[in-house]
């Protein structure tokens, strides 16, 4: 059964804490429940998007850097 992960708030979502630092997680990573997979930066404020449930990620919905909003899948967790 799949859970997805839903994004919180309107912003851009980002798959790195850094730019110069590898991705929180990767396709096929396997995740625990409360999990940090990413952040939505607003505003120069920064939420942390986690997993609501363990598995394995089959897919990131939402771009690196792309915009989401309120509701929008941002992973698909396996």
Same mark, same amino acid.
């Given at each position: $059964?799949? =859970?997805?992960? /839903?994004? @919180?708030? *309107? +912003?851009?979502?980002?798959?790195? @804490?850094? @730019?110069?630092? @590898? *991705?929180? #997680? %990767?396709? +096929? ?13 607003? $505003?120069?404020?920064?939420?942390? #998007?986690? =997993? %609501? !449930?363990? +598995?394995?990620?089959? =897919?990131? %919905? !939402?771009?690196?850097? +792309? $915009? #989401?909003? *309120?509701?929008?899948?941002?992973? /698909? /967790?396996?």
């Amino acid at each position: $059964m799949s =859970s997805q992960v /839903i994004a @919180p708030i *309107p +912003g851009i979502f980002y798959r790195r @804490p850094a @730019p110069d630092k @590898p *991705p929180f #997680v %990767e396709a +096929g990573d396997t995740v625990e429940a409360g999990q940090t997979i990413g952040v939505i930066e607003i $505003m120069k404020q920064f939420t942390e #998007v986690r =997993s %609501e !449930a363990a +598995g394995v990620i089959a =897919s990131f %919905e !939402a771009e690196d850097l +792309g $915009m #989401v909003g *309120p509701g929008d899948v941002i992973a /698909i /967790i396996e």
